[in-house]
């Protein structure tokens, strides 16, 4: 059964931030001889990882509200130099916008079942991807998008 983590994109201002983020790191990856591939490292690592990897997407919450998802690809631990155990979430290279939920800030990630989820905005047929940000989160106050 799929499974989703949900995070704060901590230092976006909005979702073309987190898209030039990760293709900064699509291009490390590719200069390493590596796929096209961002990562994100948090100290925690997900014991539902078999979950997580069935088809599972790290969603990110940009200004209060689930804005983006990224997919899944593989989850790595390591020990860094100071000693302590970390998670390395190896995501996919394309920031998927999806209909902006309000969520409050928490620490760390959380498990996201994939009934919560919010849809992804390419899929309701129309091209919302060139709405701006600010007006998107207010159609979806309204229950309107």
């Known amino acids: 059964?799929?499974?989703?983590?949900?995070?704060?994109?901590v230092?976006?201002?909005a979702i073309d931030d987190l898209r030039e983020w990760v293709a900064e790191r699509a291009l490390v990856s590719v200069a390493a001889g590596l796929?096209?591939?961002?990562?994100?490292v948090t100290r925690m690592v997900?014991?539902?990882a078999e979950e997580l990897l069935d088809g599972g997407s790290l969603y990110w919450i940009i200004k209060g509200q689930v804005a983006a998802r990224q997919v899944l690809?593989?989850?790595?631990?390591?020990?860094?130099g100071d000693g302590i155990s970390r998670c390395e979430l190896i995501l996919g290279p394309e920031v998927i916008e999806t209909s902006p939920v309000p969520r409050r800030p928490f620490q760390g990630w959380r498990y996201l079942e994939p009934d919560a989820a919010p849809r992804d905005l390419g899929a309701s047929g129309a091209n919302l991807e060139a709405m701006p940000d600010e007006l998107k989160r207010e159609l979806s106050e309204l229950g309107l998008l």
Do not use: A, V, W
């Open 35 to 40: 796929q096209p591939q961002s990562s994100h």
């Open 73 to 80: 690809l593989n989850i790595k631990t390591f020990t860094g």
């Open 11 to 13: 230092g976006c201002e």
């Open 46 to 48: 997900p014991k539902r």
């Open 1 to 9: 059964m799929t499974l989703h983590l949900i995070k704060l994109c």
